[in-house]
């Protein structure tokens, strides 16, 4: 059963010097339980995706779409009251940087409690019981002094698991985490990529994982979505893309991971060439000025997209019959 199904999406913003089209016309699903990653370079549109999904974006963002059904409702009809009360209630949201996105006047109570007595109804004593709870739940030391202190005074990893249990305070059915072990050293990573799966498993919530590390893809999602200039280029399950990947972009996200094998002193392979600028977006393929395949139709026409099975889709002109027959080079 899909939980979250998106027809068409586009994402564009009016500013000073033109209008910036962030997210191209994208169709996705997530179903229920089920963890789905979402990766690309900056700038490829992974966030804007989810927060146009979600309502977040300011007022001037443009936001069309054929369908966003979340849960069997249209998400498009809700009107602001509504969005919020799904917010809070229904999907968490775990923001890329915890520093800025923790309120630095108030305490780690206040900031638990808050949502807890708007959704659910609780009152101050078992609002601060849940709060405990939930720090505990994403094992934090010594709770009971944290509820206490104010953002500033945490570690970076104690602000992302504080992140965390704000996402996850009302049992929300979908959890979307942009970039969750970002300026995070290795050692917190692992035990905030651990907790995540360990959430997923008690509570069966969909998790969606925005970020550009493909390592963190692999260990934590069983579906991929491949993000480049507004569209998506690539989508499969992990084994599909980490093994039977298509696209020339997603070759070379693959191709830009350290491996284990990887001599010492041997340098690692760059894309070469830089993301389109979104304000005049390619009229082909995004890919197109940076792809060392490209065809004179990929600077013309946008790829349709090509189903290869049930999970695994590409938008690349190279699926044609009459293409070349290219491999991934390792």
């Given at each position: 059963m899909n939980l979250l199904e998106v027809k068409n999406l586009n994402t564009s913003f009016q500013i000073g010097v033109g209008t910036v089209h962030a997210v191209r016309g994208i169709s996705f699903h997530v179903e229920q339980g089920e963890s789905v990653g979402i990766v690309g370079e900056s700038g490829s549109g992974k966030s804007v995706t989810m927060l146009s999904v979600t309502g977040l974006?300011?007022?001037?963002?443009?936001?069309?779409?054929?369908?966003?059904?979340?849960?069997?409702?249209?998400?498009?009809?809700?009107?602001?009251?509504?969005?919020?009360?799904?917010?809070?209630?229904?999907?968490?949201?775990?923001?890329?940087?915890?520093?800025?996105?923790?309120?630095?006047?108030?305490?780690?109570?206040?900031?638990?409690?808050?949502?807890?007595?708007?959704?659910?109804?609780m009152d101050k004593k078992s609002a601060r019981a849940r709060a405990l709870e939930l720090l505990k739940l994403v094992e934090i030391p010594n709770p009971e002094a944290r509820l206490k202190q104010y953002p500033h005074e945490l570690s970076g990893g104690l602000r992302q698991r504080v992140m965390i249990a704000m996402a996850i305070a009302c049992e929300p059915k979908m959890i979307i985490a942009d970039e969750p072990t970002t300026a995070l050293d290795v050692t917190i990573q692992a035990q905030i990529l651990d907790l995540l799966q360990s959430l997923k498993r008690?509570?069966?919530?969909?998790?969606?994982?925005?970020?550009?590390?493909?390592?963190?893809?692999?260990?934590?999602?069983?579906?991929?979505?491949?993000?480049?200039?507004?569209?998506?280029?690539?989508?499969?399950?992990?084994?599909?893309?980490?093994?039977?990947?298509?696209?020339?972009?997603?070759?070379?996200l693959l191709n830009s991971i350290p491996k284990v094998h990887q001599a010492r002193g041997e340098k690692l392979v760059p894309i070469k060439g830089t993301p389109p600028d979104m304000l005049q977006p390619p009229a082909g393929c995004p890919f197109s000025p940076r792809c060392r395949y490209c065809m004179p139709v990929c600077r013309t026409y946008m790829p349709p997209v090509t189903q290869l099975s049930e999970t695994h889709r590409v938008a690349c002109h190279l699926m044609h019959p009459n293409a070349p027959k290219i491999g991934r080079e390792d």
């Amino acid at each position: 059963m899909n939980l979250l199904e998106v027809k068409n999406l586009n994402t564009s913003f009016q500013i000073g010097v033109g209008t910036v089209h962030a997210v191209r016309g994208i169709s996705f699903h997530v179903e229920q339980g089920e963890s789905v990653g979402i990766v690309g370079e900056s700038g490829s549109g992974k966030s804007v995706t989810m927060l146009s999904v979600t309502g977040l974006l300011p007022d001037y963002a443009e936001i069309s779409a054929d369908a966003i059904t979340f849960d069997g409702r249209d998400i498009t009809k809700l009107n602001k009251r509504q969005l919020r009360a799904l917010h809070g209630s229904e999907i968490g949201m775990i923001f890329q940087d915890p520093m800025t996105s923790l309120n630095p006047l108030f305490t780690v109570e206040n900031q638990l409690t808050e949502p807890l007595k708007i959704h659910r109804g609780m009152d101050k004593k078992s609002a601060r019981a849940r709060a405990l709870e939930l720090l505990k739940l994403v094992e934090i030391p010594n709770p009971e002094a944290r509820l206490k202190q104010y953002p500033h005074e945490l570690s970076g990893g104690l602000r992302q698991r504080v992140m965390i249990a704000m996402a996850i305070a009302c049992e929300p059915k979908m959890i979307i985490a942009d970039e969750p072990t970002t300026a995070l050293d290795v050692t917190i990573q692992a035990q905030i990529l651990d907790l995540l799966q360990s959430l997923k498993r008690d509570s069966n919530a969909s998790i969606i994982i925005i970020t550009h590390d493909m390592g963190v893809i692999a260990s934590m999602c069983s579906r991929i979505l491949v993000m480049y200039g507004g569209t998506i280029c690539e989508q499969g399950d992990v084994r599909e893309i980490f093994y039977d990947a298509k696209h020339p972009y997603t070759w070379g996200l693959l191709n830009s991971i350290p491996k284990v094998h990887q001599a010492r002193g041997e340098k690692l392979v760059p894309i070469k060439g830089t993301p389109p600028d979104m304000l005049q977006p390619p009229a082909g393929c995004p890919f197109s000025p940076r792809c060392r395949y490209c065809m004179p139709v990929c600077r013309t026409y946008m790829p349709p997209v090509t189903q290869l099975s049930e999970t695994h889709r590409v938008a690349c002109h190279l699926m044609h019959p009459n293409a070349p027959k290219i491999g991934r080079e390792d």
